[in-house]
């Protein structure tokens, strides 16, 4: 029993470890006499060895699935071992981890088994009782399961904070090349489905107070990346569209990871996962929403591919450097976070501090600003008249030169920040 | 001058009523255990007077707000005496008049101070991620923890609200003293060696819950087979999860 349940525990959440969000913010689920509390903002309980946050115990209800995608561990022709939790041990694990204050909650996905909505009614079943049974507060994500009835879906959105649904690949295009019974439309329904729904129950809120939460945390997706031919634009297109229509909360890029040499269509074990890629589509992805950029700004049919040896922001501003420099004393802060090296609370910082007297160097310095990168892009108080006109890849060769290390450990820690 | 106190918040406080009564406005508060007295400066005793603390408590919170009053509770929980500095000097310098002095991201110890606060704040939030709960026999879930700074009195809202329905103790080894949640409500416990050591070697003296250390064991396999080989990266893990708090971590044991 003991090692079954151990091996049951190994096999699914190995297969649903490929799922990057691992978001617990964003909910408003409060304790009410029973246990926890979805309301904090979310909490990485620890890191993996590949350094990624482990906020949620993620897992599978099962890796069975009749269908046969060709990137997915789980598909129907893949050799694997199956199993599959029943609801009690899910539930049991669920709330003995949490206890223990190993897990923020619980990511549920599945492989299809028998139907569509056979699956989805057992992932009711889980999060229906951990909520009324075990009155368990905690933060809830669930994955839909394609193709599963509207009914379902809306019960289902009355007991959890998040909801997803994977595009899987960026284009349609490209999902027909790996999953030929797919398409971008059974997700579009069901996010267009949802997203309704929230809108429709915010708007109930305003008029009646006791309405019932519905998928508080709102929606997700992710897009495996590189595994088809999609260019970054295109890529960063589909996202962008995404948030839009459907109001995502976030879009998750997942490097590909080759599980098998099966399909030659993709990439062959071994090469490894585009993970510089990942992160510069990430960095896009928080440059539109928290930046005030839009999207062909950085990206457009003219520049297709987002540089992989500066981050986009810096190659932004190396593309227009008639904009700088800008002079810190005065600027807005709109303009000041637009300069490379210098984020939303520096950006703060300067423009409080200025209020007391005018900046110089060596208070910028001391802000945390990435100072060596903002240099090439600003004045202050004492900043000596320029030494004359500075070309972009003479700017870029003295950021790439100075510590280059230190450049690579700032990419590697911002990676983390935004999963 | 030098105020020397006796290493508690409220002392902290008295060192302030102290220095506006003398008009001594550029005496140092110094707490007792840390005190090397110095031939150049004299030097005076800080009695703790629970009402002094709380008239300063009061003038900071009617005049500065709830957050602020906060802030100076949070940075001196820092242990670090230069932080104590600066946030002794700021708050002369908000009673004497200066509002904005909180804003001078250009003076020194206004930046140390606001350091300091994102520092404890950094360990607060570990320990709320970090702390594991084991549980007794008896129903009772307890931790360990020995955080770089005096963080416990910041986490127990967090905890009480999360874990409402089960009994708790959260127990700071590193400073002797914990706090114990009944259902009902908090009380500050504080345990002799024994007992400690006791507490420690969990296996030997605290019954276990007969699952417990199956949950132990389903959490390390998860943590093994949640991580991806392919993206194996130990700098950034350990950047995440540094080395002083494996000893408590059920995953890395
Ligand atoms: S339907 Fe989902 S689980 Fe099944 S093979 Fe496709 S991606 Fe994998």
């Given at each position: ?419 | 001058m030098n105020y020397v106190f006796d290493g508690s918040y409220h002392g902290f406080l008295c060192c302030v009523f102290e220095c506006f009564e003398m008009k001594e406005w550029h005496a140092v508060p110094v707490a007792e255990g840390f005190f090397q007295p110095d031939?150049?400066l004299p030097e005076r005793t800080i009695f703790t007077d629970v009402d002094k603390a709380k008239r300063i408590q009061d003038a900071l919170i009617n005049q500065f707000?709830k957050?602020t009053a906060d802030d100076f509770y949070k940075a001196f929980l820092s242990e670090d005496t230069e932080a104590w500095n600066a946030a002794f000097y700021i708050m002369v310098?908000l009673f ?24 404890v ?28 700074f005096n963080v416990l009195p910041l ?17 700071d080894?590193k400073r002797n003293y914990?706090f ?7 009380s500050e416990i504080v ?63």
């Amino acid at each position: 029993m003991l090692e079954r349940i151990e091996e049951k525990l190994m096999i699914l959440a190995d297969a649903a470890k490929y799922d990057v969000s691992c978001s617990s913010s964003g909910s408003k689920r409060k304790n009410t006499g029973g246990i926890g509390d979805a309301s904090a903002s979310g909490i990485c309980h620890t890191y993996t060895e590949d350094g990624r946050c482990v906020s949620l115990l993620k897992i599978l209800l099962t890796n069975h699935c009749i269908y046969d995608c060709a990137f997915c561990v789980s598909r129907k022709s893949n050799d694997v071992k199956r199993a599959a939790f029943t609801v009690e041990e899910v539930v049991d694990l669920t709330m003995n981890f949490y206890r223990r204050n190993y897990i923020e909650g619980l990511f549920l996905s599945s492989g299809i088994f028998k139907n569509a909505d056979f699956t989805m009614e057992r992932l009711l079943r889980i999060v229906k009782k951990l909520r009324l049974e075990e009155r368990y507060n905690g933060y809830i994500h669930l994955k839909t399961i394609p193709g599963a009835s509207e009914e379902l879906i809306q019960e289902a959105g009355l007991y959890v904070d998040r909801m997803s649904i994977n595009l899987e690949m960026p284009t349609e295009a490209g999902l027909k090349l790996v999953a030929p019974e797919k398409d971008h439309d059974s997700v579009r329904k069901p996010l267009q489905f949802v997203n309704t729904k929230i809108q429709t129950f915010q708007n109930e809120k305003k008029l009646i107070k006791h309405t019932p939460t519905f998928v508080p945390a709102g929606q997700s997706t992710q897009m495996v990346i590189g595994a088809t031919p999609e260019n970054d634009w295109e890529i960063m297109s589909v996202a962008d569209e995404f948030y839009k229509k459907y109001q995502l909360k976030r879009v998750y890029y997942s490097g590909y990871i080759p599980i098998n040499n099966d399909n030659t269509a993709l990439p062959q074990i071994g090469s490894r996962p585009p993970l510089i890629r990942e992160n510069r589509l990430y960095q896009t992805d928080w440059l539109l929403r928290f930046y005030n950029f839009s999207l062909n700004e950085i990206l457009n049919p003219a520049f297709t591919q987002l540089d992989l040896d500066i981050d986009p922001k810096l190659s932004w501003a190396l593309r227009n450097l008639h904009l700088f420099p800008i002079d810190i004393n005065t600027a807005d802060y709109q303009t000041i976070i637009r300069v490379p090296g210098i984020g939303r609370q520096s950006a703060v910082k300067i423009i409080t501090a200025r209020k007391y007297g005018k900046l110089r160097e060596y208070q910028l310095k001391k802000m945390g600003i990435a100072y060596n990168r903002a240099k090439h892009f600003i004045t202050c108080a004492d900043t000596l008249a320029p030494l004359g006109f500075k070309y972009a890849p003479q700017i870029k060769s003295t950021i790439l030169q100075m510590g280059s290390s230190k450049y690579k450990a700032e990419i590697a820690e911002n990676q983390l920040k935004l999963f | 001058m030098n105020y020397v106190f006796d290493g508690s918040y409220h002392g902290f406080l008295c060192c302030v009523f102290e220095c506006f009564e003398m008009k001594e406005w550029h005496a140092v508060p110094v707490a007792e255990g840390f005190f090397q007295p110095d031939i150049f400066l004299p030097e005076r005793t800080i009695f703790t007077d629970v009402d002094k603390a709380k008239r300063i408590q009061d003038a900071l919170i009617n005049q500065f707000g709830k957050a602020t009053a906060d802030d100076f509770y949070k940075a001196f929980l820092s242990e670090d005496t230069e932080a104590w500095n600066a946030a002794f000097y700021i708050m002369v310098l908000l009673f004497k008049g200066n509002h904005s002095i909180l804003e001078h991201f250009g003076d020194l110890k206004v930046l140390y101070f606001h350091q300091t606060l994102k520092k404890v704040s950094r360990e607060r939030h570990r320990m709320k991620a970090f702390i594991r709960f084991s549980k007794s026999n008896d129903g009772l879930y307890y931790a360990i923890i020995e955080p770089d700074f005096n963080v416990l009195p910041l986490i127990l809202s967090f905890f009480r609200n999360r874990y409402t329905d089960m009994p708790w103790v959260i127990y700071d080894v590193k400073r002797n003293y914990g706090f114990h949640y009944n259902l009902k409500g908090l009380s500050e416990i504080v345990i002799d060696k024994q007992e400690q050591t006791a507490f420690q070697n969990t296996q030997l003296t605290i019954a276990l819950d007969e699952r417990d250390e199956l949950f132990k064991r389903l959490w390390k396999q998860y943590f093994k087979s949640t991580n991806i080989e392919a993206r194996r990266n130990m700098k950034l893990h350990l950047q995440h999860v540094p080395k002083r708090y494996w000893k408590y971590l059920v995953e890395k044991q």
